[in-house]
């Protein structure tokens, strides 16, 4: 995973330097519309699935605005285990003072996908996008697809 | 039973809404003049004032600059508008509030309310405070021109208006379903309240009524015996 660097701004550079000294952790927010696993915790680390890549932040990232695609989210907690979401879509969004809002339409736990169940999915999903005609349905089954694919390959 | 039900899905929405919010609460974005109003009730009432306050408040907002775009979630607040405001709907949505909303509902507002051109959408809607308060609040969301109008959004990485376009979306979804979720605590809440209020009135008013009820009886039996002594002590 590729770690982002922290971009050369004279401005972002400035306020980097009168920020709060680096901790080793920051709060994190993760949650969907129906669950909400993490409330401004304080953890080490969080790597996402995003459309510009799969990157991982850190105390003190330069502030960001992502979108999320269907992937594994994975939290190191201030105690060091490290948890695995899957996730089907969403935002995240890292602010100048180091707090992260991660907003994911659907989560669910790695180990609770059901990797048979998930490529069955794929493989109805597929046929869906083949036989699908409108440009609405191809986008919808391109979703589907998408999503199980994710699934399939954390199962 | 229902209003804690209501309360803890409410409060995933509150992480989300507050979350989602953070973008717009820890930057300063200017509100442009163009705006929508999001108006969020439902159609059950027998809440106490929760419509009625709603309405008020955007029936002022309107008197102070006249507001132009509306949308309305819900039949009370439809009705409450319709003879001022009816001319700025642009589209109402009703079966709402038999049961706790859900996300995909979110979603069907956001889009619609997307749909329109607008500089800001200020979502009006009953915050829940307590079991016995609530105040209706109007929460601002700049739309993505404003938002590229500003500066702020600069300092954040990655930004270009594709992305903007897709967080806008779905962050907008989350705002709406948050404010829908404290909408349902507000009502629910008011509406034990009323109901609480009404039981005990109906309580006084029955104590009221046995007493009264007692005298009656005990005055009719009183003037019986008194026909009766007087007319046995005629007789003798």
């Known amino acids: 995973m590729a770690f982002r660097t922290i971009a050369v701004r004279t401005a972002a550079l400035c306020r980097r330097a009168m920020a709060t000294e680096a901790g080793s952790t920051f709060p994190l927010t993760f949650s969907s519309p129906t669950s909400a696993l993490f409330n401004e915790a304080a953890v080490k680390q969080v790597d996402i699935p995003s459309t510009t890549g799969h990157f991982g932040i850190l105390p003190n990232h330069v502030p960001t605005i992502a979108i999320l695609l269907p992937g594994v989210v994975s939290i190191t907690t201030e105690a060091g285990d490290i948890q695995k979401f899957f996730v089907s879509s969403g935002t995240a969004t890292i602010h100048a003072d180091s707090t992260v809002q991660i907003l994911a339409e659907e989560i669910c736990d790695v180990a609770d996908i059901d ?41 | 039973k229902n209003h804690h039900r209501g309360r ?24 442009g003049e163009d705006k929508l109003i999001l108006a969020i009730s439902s159609d059950r009432g027998l809440c106490g004032g929760v419509h009625s306050g709603l309405g008020k408040a955007i029936k002022a907002a309107h008197a102070e600059k006249p507001i132009t775009k509306t949308i309305i979630v819900g039949d009370k607040a439809k009705a409450i508008l319709q003879r001022t405001m009816g001319d700025t709907f642009l589209a109402t949505f009703n079966n709402v509030g038999k049961k706790p909303a859900s996300f995909t509902d979110a979603i069907n507002v956001a889009e619609e309310v997307l749909s329109h051109e607008a500089d800001t959408v200020d979502i009006v809607y009953n915050k829940f405070i307590n079991v016995v308060s609530y105040d209706s609040t109007t929460k601002p ?13 600069y300092n954040y990485d990655e930004v270009d208006s594709e992305v903007l376009k897709c967080y806008q979306e779905f962050t907008l979804a989350n705002i709406v379903y948050h404010s829908i979720r404290e909408q349902e605590c507000s009502e629910q809440s008011a509406r034990m309240n009323a109901m609480e209020n009404a039981t005990r009135n109906a309580g006084e008013m029955i104590d009221k009524l046995t007493l009264a009820y007692n005298r009656t009886r005990q005055a009719v039996i009183t003037r019986e015996l008194i026909e009766i002594i007087s007319g046995a002590n005629a007789l003798e």
Do not use: C, H, W
């Open chain 2, 8 to 31: 803890s899905s409410g409060i995933n929405a509150e992480y989300g809404g507050t979350g989602a919010e953070s973008l717009y609460t820890k930057n300063e974005f200017e509100s």
């Open chain 1, 115 to 155: 990797g048979n169940a998930a490529r069955a999915a794929l493989e109805a999903s597929k046929s869906k996008l083949a036989s699908a005609s409108s440009e609405a349905d191809k986008a919808a089954a391109q979703i589907e697809v998408d999503v199980y694919e994710g699934m399939v390959a954390v199962a």
């Open chain 2, 141 to 153: 969301i700049p739309g993505v021109a404003s938002i590229e109008a500003n500066d702020a959004i």
